[in-house]
């Protein structure tokens, strides 16, 4: 579908941290002063809050009472890594209803050991996959990268040069956590983790937080002159889910990708934002998308120049893999870094024509298939 | 305060669902569920069909299938396993045109190629009345 009067506003940010203790909610606060600095807002501003995480067993309600806000419309938005665009779809339905005009969507992740996690291995991860001493989503991620190298001929090299890529586009982005340069042959000596996965084929846990200010057009153009439309969001939830036979190497993005281009041209996005908790999966991605036929990803690495200066920009803050992946907050990483480029205010990464981006969630890796979420939207600058 | 326990191996939580699979295992059976309405075989056990949303009951499978993909797991996420590490652990597709999660076991299992034929083999765990399917190249 096609949104006409829904924008981003801006975004706040912590620094990442692979040691800190700091409580979620200290996160969530730095998270928030940093966009109400930023935006000129005042917390009594915002009307609607959607709060995702996995650290702590507080819901959005709670979270909302201890912050302070009194709201009219809440939202716990966990879809996995799908979080931070699903989060914004369902605040721009909100927002398009009329219900909230400025929407504050949260996500954080914290190591403060005197609060409980929030969540179970699922039933059939507990019951059917950790019994057999799996090594978590890299095993899940392993499977389909294996199955991807063997039918398509995909190498080690073309998944490599994903990782980077963005590890170049890290240098210059003061939040990454990675930001020395990273060669091929650093990418391919890194430790098997579980093999065909290597070591900087992973994400780094790590604390922080993230929050996106959201708003009908009319109060974005009384809050900023950077006016960055959402454009088109679309997603798929258990793609394949009846099929015992799936094909594990093609996503649901593949007919989110099908909505999305129903609204704008392939060619009309100038940058990627890919959620990448593993470089095959952008590859994959890039594939659903339609950039190139299915199987063709490695070629098409082959053929094109990742980084914030190339021809197909892809994850031009670094992405999660040299940023750092804050938890569930790893999904709005790549919805902040699309609305900095949009903003021009990308400082050592700064994509040249930055007009239209394209941001992507995947979450849920699961049993026998891929992906139980998958989601994708389109942003545009307008003068 | 709790005394700090070694890790455990971890075992499912059997619930009444997924009960009739695990007393298949004890009985060196492998199940799966087949929809009485449109006849799809599905697994993991669930309380309708995946498709149809039919009633479900139990047939027993042969056990028997073929690598469709595996990993050498050398970080369990839990950390009992860590002595057996490297983990073989496999996506095989049964020969009834299901695919299961599960993990490879067998002297010869280094040698494991994608579409080698494979067949189950029930492994006790540390409780008496849980056995694991796992398999072995046939």
Known sequence: MRRKKVCFVGYGSTEYSRKSEESLLGQYAIAIRDVLNKTGLKKKDINGLSVTTQASPDTAPHVAEQLGFELDWVLNADYGGASGVGAVSRAADAIECGHLDIALLLAGNSFDRSVAHQRQLEYQRGNFVDVYGYGGPNSLMALIQRLHMENFGTTLEQVGKIAVAQRFNAINNPQALFREPMSMQDYLNSRMISDPVRLFDCVMPCSGAECIILASEEKAKQLTDKLVYLVTDAEKIHYQVANMLPEKTTFGMKLVGEKIFSEVKREDIDLFEIYDDYPIAVMIQIEDFGYCKKGDGGKFVDAHDLTYKGDFPVNTGGGELSVGQAGLAGGFLHVIEGLRQLRGEAEGHQVAKAERALVTGIGWLNYGRNLGTTSALVMERRK | ?138
């Open chain 2, 1 to 138: 305060m709790a005394e700090a326990r070694a890790p455990q191996k971890s075992l499912p939580k059997i619930n009444p669902v997924d009960r009739p699979f695990w007393e298949g295992a004890k009985n060196n059976k492998f199940l799966l569920q087949k929809c009485n309405s449109c006849g799809k075989v599905q697994f993991f056990p669930r309380i309708a069909c995946v498709d149809c949303f039919g009633e479900v009951s139990w047939i027993e499978a042969k056990g028997t299938g073929k690598i469709h993909s595996f990993t050498l797991v050398r970080v369990p996420r839990n950390p009992a396993f860590k002595e057996e590490a490297p983990i073989y652990y496999i996506n095989v597709i049964l020969d009834e045109g299901v695919i299961i999660e599960s993990r490879l076991l067998g002297d010869n299992k280094e040698k494991v190629k994608m579409g080698d034929r494979v067949k189950v083999r029930y492994e006790q765990t540390h409780n008496p009345d849980i056995k694991l399917p796992c398999f072995e190249l046939a």
